[in-house]
Nanobody, 122 residues
C-alpha cells in the first residue's frame, strides 16, 4: 500500500515562514500530480497549489500567489510547500494530495496526507 507522511506545520507569527513536506512511500509505480490543500475552521477544503509530474507547470490559489512556492523531489517522492509572508488567514489544516499509480494495469488514484496544522498569529 501507500503511505503519505506530512511534516513542517506549526505556529508562526504573521510575516513568518514555514516549509511543509509530504513524502510518499510504498508500492509506487509512478506519481503524477502533487498538490496541497487547506481547510480553515468552518470552511471547505480548498486547493492551495498544484504541480505537474515534471514540475514544469504549477497552479496557485490567488490568495497565495507570490508568497507560496510548491516544488517536488521525484527521486524521493516528496512534495514541498514553502510558505513566506504568512498571514493569519493562512491558518488551517494543510493536506497533501498525490496521484499515485500502484498497479501497472490501473490508472493513478489520489491519496491524502493526514494533515498538518498551520497557525499564524497576528
Amino acid at each position: 500500500q501507500v503511505q503519505l507522511v506530512e511534516s513542517g506545520g506549526g505556529l508562526v507569527q504573521a510575516g513568518g515562514s514555514l516549509r511543509l513536506a509530504c513524502a510518499a512511500s510504498g508500492s509506487i509505480i509512478s506519481i503524477t500530480t502533487m498538490a496541497w490543500y487547506r481547510q480553515a475552521p468552518g470552511k471547505q477544503r480548498e486547493l492551495v497549489a498544484r504541480i505537474t509530474s515534471g514540475g514544469d507547470s504549477t497552479d496557485y490559489a490567488d490568495s497565495v500567489k507570490g508568497r507560496f512556492t510548491i516544488s517536488r523531489d521525484n527521486a524521493n517522492n516528496t512534495v514541498y510547500l514553502q510558505m513566506n509572508s504568512l498571514k493569519p488567514e493562512d491558518t488551517g489544516v494543510y493536506y497533501c494530495n498525490i496521484w499515485i499509480q500502484i498497479r501497472r494495469w490501473l490508472g493513478a488514484r489520489e491519496y491524502w496526507g493526514q494533515g498538518t496544522q498551520v497557525t499564524v498569529s497576528s
